[in-house]
T-cell receptor, first 111, second 116 residues
Framework: GENVEQHPSTLSVQEGDSAVIKCTYS??????FPWYKQELGKGPQLIID?????GEKKDQRIAVTLNKTAKHFSLHITETQPEDSAVYFC??????????FGDGTTLTVKP | GAVVSQHPSWVICKSGTSVKIECRSL??????MFWYRQFPKQSLMLMAT?????????EQGVEKDKFLINHASLTLSTLTVTSAHPEDSSFYIC????????????FGQGTRLTVV
């Protein structure tokens, strides 16, 4: 089955700095890669996603890059703000829609 | 955007009783829904895939007789935790995939189950 590895497990940055979270996956059949933000006591919220036919996608301060050959994808958050503090999960999905999640990254943005 | 609602958001039950959790897609039809379990400070682990009108597909190690899933309509799937025990206490989260859509799945807000 699919195996998704996510690094780092914790990340602390100063407000205004950039944050980068990286994930690797094992199943070459995976073709959809969403990123979720989860706040304490709540379900995951989709913040950005990318499909295997695209190398990069950007939405304001958030960007995701995908290297399908190397089977890795990354989340980039620029100009971080305290409200960006949360747990971030990457996931890899196939056409069946079933997602395999990374272990999560706890991001802390210090004001 | 697509909205998925879970009910209840939290529940406390006595050991040995059963608890039902509902997952509804409010503004779209969902042929497929997924149920996940998340223990504190851990990732989401897929429990089962729920398909409208057919039996659910359970992941390895998940007891189908303990975690009953029913997907009776295109907007509702239910997860019933039968004979709950304290070790079943967890955060249960559903997601729904739009019928005929791509692989994007939308998540509910989760249900915190505490078995005492």
């Amino acid at each position: 089955g699919e195996n998704v590895e996510q690094h780092p497990s914790t990340l602390s940055v100063q407000e205004g700095d950039s944050a980068v979270i990286k994930c690797t996956y094992s199943d070459s059949a995976s073709n959809y890669f969403p990123w979720y933000k989860q706040e304490l006591g709540k379900g995951p919220q989709l913040i950005i996603d990318i499909r295997s036919n695209v190398g990069e996608k950007k939405d304001q301060r958030i960007a995701v890059t995908l290297n399908k050959t190397a089977k890795h994808f990354s989340l980039h958050i620029t100009e971080t703000q305290p409200e960006d503090s949360a747990v971030y999960f990457c996931a890899a999905s196939t056409n069946a829609g079933k997602s395999t999640f990374g272990d999560g990254t706890t991001l802390t943005v210090k004001p | 955007g697509a909205v998925v609602s879970q009910h209840p958001s939290w529940v406390i039950c006595k050991s040995g009783t059963s608890v039902k959790i509902e997952c509804r897609s409010l503004d779209f039809q969902a042929t497929t829904m997924f149920w996940y379990r998340q223990f504190p400070k851990q990732s989401l682990m897929l429990m089962a895939t729920s398909n409208e009108g057919s039996k659910a597909t359970y992941e390895q190690g998940v007891e189908k007789d303990k975690f009953l899933i029913n997907h009776a309509s295109l907007t509702l799937s239910t997860l019933t935790v039968t004979s709950a025990h304290p070790e079943d206490s967890s955060f249960y989260i559903c997601s729904a995939r739009r019928s005929g859509g791509n692989t994007e799945a939308f998540f509910g807000q989760g249900t915190r189950l505490t078995v005492v």
